[in-house]
């Protein structure tokens, strides 16, 4: 199943992407390309608290949102019917066109912005201690945190090795995904100021939103569990006894993620009640936090393998499937290189994703995007994190 704005950062947005997770990343505004007004239009409750000049201005917007909606209506509709378009040939086995995308790039809204409301308090974001405090509250479990920072890295490496990663692969995603010094327990929004708010749920080396803790832990739960197991009859004594209660949690974990069916939706509500966000808590547990952080990877390289791709998949590739969902990510980078800078990446979006991330906007085509990816983690991996995760992986 398997979907940030600070100074040129990058953050997850959950299900910005269709069926999967959003890559926003931010710039200065001075750096951006113009972002549509997706404000909704005028209400009646607006119209009847407004001034006779406010009314005449919501007036003014009202008609030119209306008109941009229209237009902006049929887009996206149309890069919704090209999609089903193109799976419905893959499906059949047919070769792709490049008329099978949709090859102009979205309206923008030009009009006069809606006039300013009073902006509502930001909604809270639960942040590690929420988790923590969930997870013993609800299923009485508290994860085992590392001593170190090395500690987890080491641990990390050892997994994500041994799940198929590619030391290229598992450094620079580490480094676009964590800002290349992240910390284990580095969430969205919080990378360079613990006290300041988080943006989402967004965790770890591979910022896991608290739904994809659900829906990994929902498909992969029986593996995790063996692999304790097989942890268990390797060591005697105390350190057995823990991992056989965490076992137990873990299994109590994984039924309450299968009580709904396997959808990414049906994962959402759960990651967003007290027993999801105490499932999100996994990620910070030295046992099954790599695994955890790794299976995401894992799953996107897996479904390539199995649609046909037998290359290995650079890393900037790899960060498309896990950013965008492997399906729209596989759809990208097994597009001929001669389309790549002609498709626009609003192909592989919903309107609403679209809007929030500007540097798909910026970046407005396929070829774009991927390389923007690419610098990105070039820059990204000299940072010491970085360095020391790759010494790990010799």
Known sequence: MTARIHSCRRYLLAAAFTGSLAALWACPASSQTAQ??????????????????????LEEYSKAWQSYQAAAGRYWSSIVEKRQLRNGKRARGEQLAISDYVLAQPPVYTGP????????HPVYVPVVADFLAAAQREFKFTPRLPQSE????????????????????????YGFEATGNGSYDVEAG?????????????LG????????????LAEKGSEFIKALEVKVAAIPGTPQQALDGKIEVLRRMVAFVRSVPDAWNQHEILANTPKGLGVHALNLDLDIGPMLQTQKLVDSVVFARRKGLSRTLTAAELEMLNLTGDGNG???????????????????????????????RRNNVVAKLIAATDAQMDEEIKKPGARELAALLQ
């Open 330 to 360: 596989f759809d990208m980078v097994t597009m001929p290189l001669s389309w790549r800078d002609q498709v626009p990446t609003a192909n592989f979006f919903r309107a609403s994703g679209y809007a929030d991330n500007p540097v798909a």
């Open 150 to 173: 090395n500690e987890f890295k080491r641990a990390y490496a050892k997994a994500a090795l041994a799940a198929g990663l590619t030391r290229d692969q598992i450094v620079r995603i």
């Open 113 to 120: 912005p809606k006039p300013l409301r009073p902006v509502p």
């Open 36 to 57: 549509p007004d997706l404000r909704p239009a005028p209400t009646p409750s607006d119209f009847a608290a407004a001034t006779a000049e406010e009314r005449r201005a």
């Open 205 to 216: 080396y591979n910022q896991l939103l608290a739904t994809n803790s659900v829906e990994v």
């Open 190 to 202: 919080l990378e360079h100021n613990k006290h300041g708010r988080a943006i989402t749920t967004a």
